[in-house]
């Protein structure tokens, strides 16, 4: 099992069930990287696609790595079929709350800009 990463413990959860488990799914740095090593695609720069209109491949590396990073052993095909016409609208909704749990609060950026302008 992975050793979780503060993301895992200052981001909020999101909770998919899947094969008869409840799952948190938290998109952090690590899930980003790999999604990029596994696809090819920008996962920062191209986040808006990434996200809310992931291809098939796509979608299925991200539950994948959401799932392997909270302890999963499933195989990247084993992933792939438990996304199903019935767990599709599931599964994309609970990866794009993911990534938007893992984005700052607009009170904190503004707090951290606070303080580079202070230090400047």
Request: contains cysteine; glycine residues 4%.
């Amino acid at each position: 099992m992975p050793i979780k990463s503060i993301a895992n413990k200052v981001v909020d959860k999101v909770i998919v069930k899947l094969d008869g488990r409840d799952w948190q799914l938290v998109v952090n740095h690590n899930v980003l990287c790999e999604l990029e090593t596994l696809t090819g695609v920008n996962a920062l720069f191209g986040a808006d696609n990434v996200f809310t209109r992931p291809s098939a491949k796509t979608l299925r590396a991200l539950l994948f790595l959401c799932l392997r990073e909270q302890g999963a052993e499933y195989t990247l095909e084993e992933v792939g079929a438990l996304i199903t016409a019935k767990t599709l609208p599931l599964i994309t909704k609970g990866i794009l709350l993911a990534w938007v749990a893992s984005m700052p609060k607009k009170e904190d950026v503004e707090s951290e800009i606070k303080k580079l302008k202070a230090a400047v």
